[in-house]
């Protein structure tokens, strides 16, 4: 009995070994992460590649929503304008789930402050993709992070 379990284990090993190896990510999810390593290098040319024309920033507060940028030129323009800040933000990603043309994450943003010490927030964002372009984003509000 206990040679046929093992030959059993044998068999299944490589069953179990392949289950747990993730898939590679959606192209969905591959878009979203190019627009925010573009993002992080504060190259508005290349997050403008991955804009549709008809962008929406949509920002949720409680039951009501509002859309902060439309159209891709306002959007190129407001982050070129970001950009110019005094503050250098960078975002990382968490927390995927893509579902069709829609892809939820964490973005959690870290900067330093005037005293040079780091401060974070995340928010949960889903993006709509279409014609493999961002169309449209909306931006729950933020939440302190560690």
Do not use: C
């Not at 043309?101 to 964490?106: A, F, L, N, W």
């Not at 010490?117 to 928010?123: G, I, K, L, M, V």
């Amino acid at each position: 009995m206990t040679r046929w379990m093992l030959v059993l284990m044998a068999f299944l090993m490589p069953v179990a070994v392949s289950a747990e190896t993730p898939p590679p990510p959606p192209d969905h999810q591959v878009l979203v992460e190019k627009y925010t390593a573009a993002f992080n290098a504060q190259d508005v040319t290349a997050m403008s590649n991955l804009m549709h024309s008809e962008i929406q920033w949509i920002m949720i507060s409680g039951a009501k929503s509002e859309v902060a940028t439309d159209g891709k030129d306002n959007m190129v323009r407001d982050m070129t304008s970001y950009f110019q800040g005094p503050t250098k933000v960078s975002s990382s990603l968490s927390g995927w789930s893509v579902n069709g043309d829609y892809v939820t994450v964490i973005e959690t943003a870290s900067w330093q402050n005037s005293k040079g010490e780091r401060q974070a927030q995340s928010a949960t964002a889903v993006y709509q993709i279409m014609d493999r372009l961002i169309r449209r984003v909306w931006y729950f509000p933020e939440q302190k992070a560690k």
